[in-house]
């Protein structure tokens, strides 16, 4: 019925007003996944000092959904690669990562883990791109926390926007 004809006033609607919201699943699930991260940090060279820094209290990774690291992948649905990684390395973060559960998002970290750095030689990974799918790519040798920061954020949305499975 329409309600301008009849003289109907929609008072349900008028008593809800700003109490009830309207979703998706989907959606509603990668709201919650984008603000609960959960980050294993594969740390392995000088960076490392700058991903400590980015979650002591100047900074506070924690406002994002991001500070508390899980040391065991299975916990995890991000991994962060953080420094130098070595062909002879190399197996250990391919484990991780193929122990994590789905859904899952891979943060490269510096110079060194996203091109190899200044490091051109034989036994160094150029790029954990090439053993890895990269998700978010922090420059810097090493990255400032405000790099960090937005890498966190782009990573939120990119969390947010994905499918969700449920």
Known sequence: MNAKHNGYKPEIEAVLKGQVMTTRLDKLIG???KYSLFVYPFVTA???????SV????????????????????QSDVLWVVGTISHKLAPLPVNVYEQMADPKWVVSFGAC???????????????????LPV????????????????????????????????
């Open 113 to 131: 883990a996203s091109c190899g750095g200044p490091y051109d030689n034989y036994a160094t990974v150029q790029g954990i791109n090439t053993i």
């Open 46 to 52: 000088c960076c490392g000092m700058e991903y400590m």
């Open 31 to 33: 709201w919650g996944r």
């Open 55 to 74: 979650s002591a209290s100047h900074y506070d990774l924690d406002r994002f959904g991001a500070a508390f690291p899980r040391f065991s992948p299975r």
């Open 135 to 166: 998700d978010i790519y922090i420059a810097g040798c090493p990255p400032r926390p405000e790099a960090v920061l937005d890498g966190v954020l782009k990573l939120q949305d990119i969390v947010s926007k994905s499918k969700q499975p449920w």
